[in-house]
């Protein structure tokens, strides 16, 4: 006869035991270990700052409505009238014109977005670099000195 051996699952953030049978903590900000028992390597691409991403999509929403409304304007596509005729005009046919200035405006400000978080944060990557000596900082390095 075979005898059954049961397994323990851990779920949450409960401590795991790893390979050595030692306890290790799943919190965040601890270091976590990768299945090698190495400290995981953040990937080369982390993602933009916070604010940064908020300042950028504060600044893209007016500037593509500005990208897209000026040209619509002068082109004679968005004038006082179709405009008005979006209010008091009959059928689904009158909110074509503003259907299509918002989605342009929607697809600039994506693009001015995009523009702006990828630029911005190429720009603090190039002055961290510069600050370092033009050398790359070591994140796992940088966790353990901010580690209490």
């Known amino acids: 006869m075979a005898t059954a051996t049961a397994a323990r699952v851990v779920v949450g953030p ?3 035991a790893d390979a050595d049978g030692a ?43 500005v990208l897209v409304g000026l040209p619509a304007r002068r082109l004679g596509y968005l004038d006082s009238q179709k405009l008005l005729d979006v209010l008091i005009g009959e059928g689904s046919g ?20 995009q523009v702006i978080v990828e630029g911005g944060h190429w720009w603090l990557r190039r002055r961290r670099l ?19």
């Open 94 to 113: 009158r909110y074509l014109p503003l259907v299509v200035i918002v989605l342009l405006w929607a697809l600039v400000t994506a693009v001015v977005v």
């Open 14 to 16: 409960a401590a795991a």
């Open 130 to 148: 510069a600050a370092n000596g033009g050398a790359e900082p070591d994140p796992v390095s940088a966790r353990a000195r901010r580690a209490p």
């Open 23 to 65: 306890a290790t903590p799943s919190t965040p900000g601890r270091t976590r270990r990768g299945r090698s028992g190495t400290p995981a390597v953040r990937s080369p691409r982390a993602r933009a700052p916070w604010w940064l991403r908020c300042v950028a999509w504060v600044v893209a929403v007016p500037v593509g409505l």
